[in-house]
């Protein structure tokens, strides 16, 4: 059975420095993998996904991810944080042959001060 | 274009109580996904249902139930709840035909059991 890992429960980064959330994953095949944020009492928007091809993602808000099969990562990165981006982030690898039905990591708590 | 919307917002029901929860999908989607976001689990997966058929259900109890509708809309039946059952349930559409297609997520439906 797949798994998730997000080593870090919590984050917190000054506005305006880099970021990088990690992500583990287990799985027996090729992954299929994104990464959702979630605001308060929202629900889940896509960051960005990893299907094949380029190991290096971009998303949106200015947000990248890097597949690294040797590691069974897919950390996401940002170069430069805005207050706006503090939200809960969640790493998820798709099942092939479930209908694609994720797993999720326990999600990533970032804070931004100013 | 309209995203997926869920239906109530919140619900409040007491422990012995069944409640029901709606879903629908972006225009074209016929793939229906439900998920449970309760404090301290994390997001689990729960249904998936596409073309009006149950393709697969996560590890939850038979009194989880659903159904998908000739339009693709979907509803979410939680018989005899107990307190842990309060939980965001989110509800997600996929579209295509390939398994490779992303999920698209509802803002949720906060279920609370007292």
């Known amino acids: 059975a797949q798994s998730v890992t997000q080593p870090d429960i919590h984050i917190t980064v000054s506005e305006g420095a880099s970021l990088e959330l990690r992500c583990n994953y287990s799985?027996?095949?090729?992954?299929?993998l994104f990464w959702y944020v979630q605001s308060p009492g929202q629900g889940l928007q896509l960051l960005l996904k990893?299907?094949?091809?380029d190991t290096l993602v971009q998303g949106i808000k200015g947000f990248e991810a890097e597949f690294k099969r040797s590691q069974s990562s897919f950390n996401l990165r940002k170069p430069s944080v805005h207050w706006s981006d503090a939200a809960e982030y969640f790493c998820?690898?798709?099942?092939w042959g479930a209908g694609n039905m994720l797993t999720f990591g326990g999600g990533t708590r970032l804070m931004v001060k100013p | 274009e309209a995203g997926v919307t869920q239906s109530p917002t919140h619900l409040i029901k007491t422990r012995g109580q069944q409640a029901t929860l709606r879903c629908s999908p972006i225009?074209?989607?016929?793939?229906v996904y439900w998920y449970q976001q309760a404090l301290g689990l994390g997001l689990q997966f729960l249904l998936w249902?596409?073309?009006?058929?149950?393709?697969n259900r996560g590890n939850f109890p038979p009194r989880f139930s659903g159904r998908q509708f000739p339009n693709y809309s979907s509803e979410l039946n939680v018989n005899a709840l107990e307190l842990e059952d309060s939980a965001l349930y989110l509800c997600?559409?996929?579209?295509?035909?390939?398994?490779?297609?992303?999920?698209?997520f509802g803002p949720g439906t906060r279920l609370l059991v007292l």
């Open positions: 990893y299907f094949s091809g």
């Open positions: 998820a690898v798709g099942a």
């Open positions: 997600a559409s996929r579209g295509g035909q390939a398994y490779l297609e992303t999920q698209y």
């Open positions: 799985y027996g095949a090729t992954p299929y």
């Open positions: 225009s074209g989607h016929t793939s």
């Open positions: 249902y596409d073309e009006g058929e149950e393709r």
